[in-house]
């Protein structure tokens, strides 16, 4: 019997040993850092005894040229804790703020066992209202600016979108096996400029509550914020915000379902907007069969006649355009008599040619061109700008290589085992030719200003959260080769006949309230049976023409023949920009 309770107590002993090495482990030797995942035992704590609603996800922020921000909207929100479901509080007063009823006030407490925001608002929440709801001294109750999460604003493919994301915060915090919510950019300059953008922690409303879920400490709210005064930084991009929404206004009127609109400062060679269509689906989101995150505005599609500027460009230059001859355009690309009779043009000079976009004739001229250099075509695509990528692209600190513009396709001529089978194809924008609306509107710019090709730039500099400058990107040329003074004079004047010549194809654009130059382009897609289904519809070109500063692209893609989404969209860009000139100094 004596050995009996020995052996029980030795037991007994053992047993309270390991609790006790156990607690030991826990509450002291490994409370940072407990277990094979590394968990931070006082912070899980904190955190089971604290209720938090995020402010801010601490990331840099995105500002336009003028320093409005372009990245995630903050919006006045009043914001409530669930504990004040089982206290009195004046909830009539804020009905009467916020001119939501006291019972929907209360229907929306059920269920909440976090801090929410108060929803169904129908009185805007003013600064003056802000302060009344905070001079209630209602702890739990807090009216203030936050953050939204996943607001479609504008740009929103360029600017792009930051999501929480766990295995990339582990990857990066190989240190800190213990997520905590931190976002990530995800698609945009939000992933291009993470580097710069990543946050250093949120800003967040803190409470802290006992095992019922109880206000500890008085009740006290508290905000809680990194505190480091040189971060988050800001990106200081080219874009104005003005222009962007005149820009995205105006191919959603011209409801252009799917392609990209570009708009370049021809003297600075910035870029002033970029509308990328259709707008993201954020609920679908990256889902296999969605494609609404994808910018169509630097991705290389087929221009049509477009590229005739190319051609035009390199047949002046080369000396090859005879003043009075004339050209077949009653035939097709291929030297046939045209069956159907509206696309016979008659015997056309090679201006009339460039104005009505006789196929024919370029694809006769393309031949000559090739015969006499057959890298003609790339050389002058050099020249003005359109052989992409053509964003800024150079050493940023240890990056040799860094792009300011994420996934910008290449441009292509020529394609395939056979390069030049099928010159008349290219020649007049189709075969394997493939440049992308951001190239378009470079080449543009580029011809406007009359100068050397540049690199497009969509972020000047990189702020620090004092304002003072971090890194800044210098202008940077993209070609040091270009088409002389007067060469680049007669493609203007051939630019602007498109819109002024009586049968150009530009023709509508000419009683704009800006003088307007340019080509259109149209690029079969889609053939059944030899009959068009589908196609691209372009218009590229600048305005003012005697004092150019606009410079733009934009493309319809896969549409219909009667669709005239891309030509509404110049209408109503050119008589947009011009209502918001005259009422603003630039």
């Known amino acids: 019997m004596h050995k009996r309770l020995k052996a029980v107590l030795a037991l007994f002993s053992l047993l309270f040993g390991v609790i006790l090495l156990r607690c030991l482990d826990i509450g002291v030797l490994h409370q940072k850092n407990f277990g094979s995942s590394h968990v931070n035992l006082i912070e899980r704590s904190v955190a089971q005894r604290t209720f938090q609603f ?28 669930p504990f004040l479901k089982s206290i009195d509080w004046p909830i009539g007063k804020l009905s009467e703020i916020t001119g939501v009823p006291e019972y929907e006030i209360k229907n929306q407490f059920i269920g909440k066992k976090e801090p929410f925001t108060l929803t169904g608002i129908t009185k805007e929440i003013t600064s003056e ?7 209630l001294h209602v702890s739990g109750l807090i009216s203030m600016l936050s953050q939204d999460k996943d607001d479609q604003q504008l740009a929103e493919h360029l600017i792009g979108i930051a999501r929480e994301n766990k295995e990339q915060y582990e990857k990066q915090y190989e240190s800190d ?68 929404k005149i ?30 269509r259709p707008a993201m689906n954020f609920k679908n989101l990256f889902t296999e069969n969605d494609n609404t995150a994808t910018n169509f505005a630097l991705q290389a599609n087929t221009p049509g006649s477009v590229f005739k500027t190319v051609v035009a460009a390199a047949a002046i230059d080369q000396g090859i355009v005879q003043q009075n001859k004339l050209y077949n355009c009653n035939n097709n690309l ?67 290589s860094f792009s300011q513009f994420q996934n910008e396709a290449k441009s292509t001529i020529f394609g395939g085992n056979k390069p030049y089978e099928g010159l008349r194809n290219t020649s007049i924008g189709q075969k394997d030719v493939k440049v992308t609306p951001l190239a378009v509107a470079n080449m543009m710019a580029t011809i406007a200003r009359g100068g050397t090709p540049k690199e497009v730039k969509v972020v000047d500099s990189v702020l620090y959260k004092n304002g003072t400058e971090m890194f800044n990107f210098e202008d940077q040329p993209l ?48 053939k059944v049976k030899d009959k068009i289904i589908e196609q691209n519809k372009w218009f590229a070109g600048y305005f003012p023409y005697e004092n150019p500063r606009y410079a733009i692209a934009i493309v319809s893609l896969n549409v219909k023949d009667e669709v005239t989404s891309t030509s509404d969209s110049v209408v109503n860009l050119v008589n947009s920009i011009h209502s918001y000139d005259k009422t603003h100094t630039k």
């Open 129 to 135: 209202k802000i302060d009344q709801i905070n001079n």
């Open 177 to 244: 096996r213990d997520f905590k919510p931190k976002e990530f950019g995800v698609i945009g300059l939000e992933a291009q400029f993470e580097e710069f953008l990543k946050s250093d922690g949120t800003s967040n409303l803190m409470l802290h509550v006992d095992n019922l879920g109880k206000p500890m400490f008085g009740n006290e709210v508290k905000y809680a914020k990194p505190s480091n005064p040189f971060y988050p930084v800001s990106l200081s991009t080219t874009i104005d915000k003005d222009l962007q």
């Open 479 to 526: 070609s040091d080769d270009y088409l002389s003074p007067d060469s680049m004079k007669k493609l203007r004047e051939l630019l602007r006949g498109v819109v002024t010549s009586e049968k150009g194809t530009g023709r509508r654009y000419n009683s704009l309230p800006y003088t307007v130059a340019g080509k259109s382009g149209t690029a079969e897609t889609k």
């Open 334 to 400: 291929r030297g046939e008599y045209e069956n159907d009779e509206k696309k016979r043009k008659g015997n056309l000079t090679f201006q009339e040619s460039f104005y009505v976009s006789c196929n024919y004739t370029f694809g006769q001229v393309g031949q000559q061109l090739s015969l006499k250099n057959k890298d003609m075509f790339e050389t002058y695509a050099d020249k003005l700008g359109l052989n992409g990528p053509v964003g800024w692209t150079g050493s940023v600190y240890h990056e040799a």
């Open 247 to 276: 820009l995205e206004q105006s191919v959603d009127k011209a409801k252009l379902q799917k392609g990209a609109a570009v708009l370049i400062d021809v003297k600075t060679n910035k870029l002033l907007a970029m509308v990328s």
């Open 54 to 81: 995020r402010i801010d996800n601490g990331r840099g922020k995105i500002l336009d040229r003028n320093g409005k921000l372009l990245s995630a909207a903050y919006t006045p929100k009043v914001i409530l804790f």
